[in-house]
């Protein structure tokens, strides 16, 4: 459960309430925005929640809202320090939002939080969506309410996935043509290129992102290290494609589709991409943005 701890020490808004409307425990200072009266969160709860993260400045860091809005998921615990995030649960129930201005030296000194952080704190906005109270729950029974409520976060995000693409689409100023599999695409630069045939080897490079813009994976080293997600062991280099009859991905047959030279953007639906299962990264009935150029061979 740690690594939902330590992410969630960097969820921060910028906070512009007065300071009388303010309560202060420890390094933590908080206001709550709605307050539904509910029974409060106590240890060991189970809490779903969404949220918006900003430096004291008004940077955007993360949030959970967008074109694919999921709450993410947490027990309370015992707070690290006083004054903590988990300080700041127990004050909530389900339906309650709250704004929160924590330190960010404490954040750093018990979360490893990023030592330089634009200001002086870390800034938090919070939404409680659900509870599921411990209580004297069994382990086995408090599990299978957890897996229930996840069930059904799942069914939303596949009733909802179409609704998402069309309201990207919307959005963009890009004009999307769709294939019979139901892969979205379009062209962003045209080549005259020899098209790939059955059986040839085609190289790609690609940009792999969510509907959010937050990129996934990539074979470009300078992307990869700006977007946060350099791994040492991967090889960046051009992607080897071999053009099939039946692709088995939305990323196959985009690049089948198109002459050498051409670049492209493509929406793959979840079915052609990580299903209902996701890929640790990637949410369940998930909708992925690819960009994709196809190169000649090396």
Do not use: W
Request: aromatic share 12%; glycine share 8%; proline share 4%.
């Amino acid at each position: 459960m740690k690594r939902y701890f330590t992410f969630l020490a960097i969820l921060t808004l910028y906070l512009s309430c007065s300071d009388h409307d303010r309560s202060s425990l420890g390094d933590l200072q908080y206001t709550i925005v709605i307050d539904k009266n509910g029974k409060n969160i106590e240890y060991y709860d189970f809490v779903s929640l969404s949220y918006e993260t900003r430096t004291e400045t008004g940077q955007l860091l993360n949030s959970s809202y967008g074109y694919d809005p999921r709450p993410i998921q947490l027990y309370r615990v015992h707070p690290y320090f006083k004054g903590d995030l988990h300080t700041a649960l127990g004050f909530l129930s389900a339906g309650d939002s709250a704004q929160l201005k924590i330190n960010a030296d404490s954040l750093h000194k018990y979360y490893g939080f990023p030592e330089y952080v634009e200001g002086s704190h870390i800034i938090y906005n919070i939404k409680v969506h659900e509870v599921i109270t411990r209580g004297n729950l069994s382990d086995s029974l408090l599990n299978a309410k957890i897996e229930e409520f996840k069930l059904r976060q799942t069914n939303r995000a596949k009733e909802k996935e179409h609704l998402k693409i069309k309201n990207f689409i919307a959005s963009n100023n890009l004009n999307f043509d769709s294939t019979d599999s139901g892969l979205y695409y379009t062209i962003t630069k045209k080549s005259v290129g020899k098209k790939p045939k059955i059986g040839d080897e085609i190289y790609i490079n690609y940009i792999i992102c969510d509907l959010n813009g937050k990129v996934i994976q990539t074979n470009l080293k300078d992307v990869a290290i700006s977007s946060g997600i350099y791994t040492g062991g991967f090889k960046y280099e051009p992607h080897k494609e071999t053009i099939t009859e039946n692709p088995a991905s939305g990323f196959s047959e985009g690049a089948s589709m198109f002459p050498i030279g051409t670049k492209a953007r493509l929406i793959i639906p979840s079915k052609l991409a990580y299903g209902d299962q996701g890929n640790g990264i990637v949410h369940p009935y998930a909708p992925i943005i690819c960009d994709l150029e196809i190169l000649e061979k090396n």
